[in-house]
């Protein structure tokens, strides 16, 4: 009789365990409902610098060069760490193409990335 009673107890106390992981997970993952479509006419600009055309597809604002950090030079497909390091250490740019014809990144990679990128002039006082 305690046999079966311990056996009873811990199965529910396996149950209630199981179901309290199963409601975490789900707590941690919460369902996201879409946004709405901006108007077909105007574009917007979404709170972390980037923007939705008339089609509602989401597009990223360029990442200026002369003011990024590490982690947001990251962001951009094809350059890696050594790139990266470069363009930091040989900055200011006047332009983007600087990059290109000071020989920072070879041809190729300024092709892929010249569309995301930017590079912008400190505001004179």
């Known amino acids: 009789m305690k046999r079966h009673f311990a056996d009873t107890v811990l199965t529910l106390v396996a149950l209630l365990l199981s179901a309290t992981l199963s409601f975490a997970a789900d707590a941690k993952n919460p369902v996201v409902k879409p946004a709405a479509k901006p108007a077909a006419d105007s574009a917007t600009t979404g709170a972390k610098g980037t923007a939705t055309d008339a089609k509602g597809v989401a597009k990223k604002e360029p990442v200026d060069i002369n003011s990024a950090s590490d982690a947001e030079l990251n962001a951009i497909p094809g350059l890696g760490d050594s790139y990266i390091a470069k363009i930091v250490v040989n900055r200011p740019y006047a332009n983007k193409t600087q990059l290109e014809s ?10 892929k990335i010249k569309d995301q990128i930017i590079a912008k002039q400190p505001k004179k006082k």
Not at 105 to 110: N, Q, R, S, T
Request: aromatic share 10%; no cysteine.
């Open 102 to 111: 000071r020989k920072i990144i070879p041809d190729a990679v300024y092709e």
